[in-house]
């Protein structure tokens, strides 16, 4: 089965720029939907982007839109998020995850149809 593992989190200042990174192991990245959420304390985890099997859909959740950006490296079996002009309201803990079904890539965001969590990199965004 699948596993996902995050990391590239850590304490940066507002307005810098930030990759994270997640490594799949046990099966490959392109049969899943994949995806990366986020969650404060005492808050529920939210779905800020996904993406299809295919590459060619996407989801932002609109708080993250045009700041955010999921990508893929099949060869390296590996999803990135790209998160640039951070704000402390980006510090979170990151989660990458993957689904095998999902009926649309807003879906398993936004009701977080996932399969397979990673166990999270957090993100401290401050001065």
């Known amino acids: 089965q699948l596993q996902l593992v995050e990391s590239g989190g850590g304490l940066v200042q507002p307005g810098e720029s930030l990759r994270l990174s997640c490594s799949a192991s046990?099966?490959?990245?392109?049969?899943?939907?994949t995806g990366w959420f986020r969650q404060v304390p005492g808050q529920e985890r939210e779905g800020i982007t996904c993406?299809?099997?295919?590459?060619?859909?996407?989801y932002y959740a609109e708080s993250v839109k045009d700041r955010f950006t999921i990508s893929r490296d099949i060869a390296k079996n590996t999803v990135y998020l790209q998160i640039d002009k951070l704000t402390p309201e980006d510090t979170a803990v990151y989660y990458c995850a993957a689904a095998s079904v999902v009926s649309t890539i807003r879906t398993m965001c936004t009701r977080k149809w996932v399969d397979y969590w990673g166990r999270g990199t957090q993100v401290t965004v401050s001065s």
């Open positions: 993406v299809d099997s295919a590459d060619d859909d996407f």
């Open positions: 046990g099966s490959t990245l392109n049969e899943y939907a």
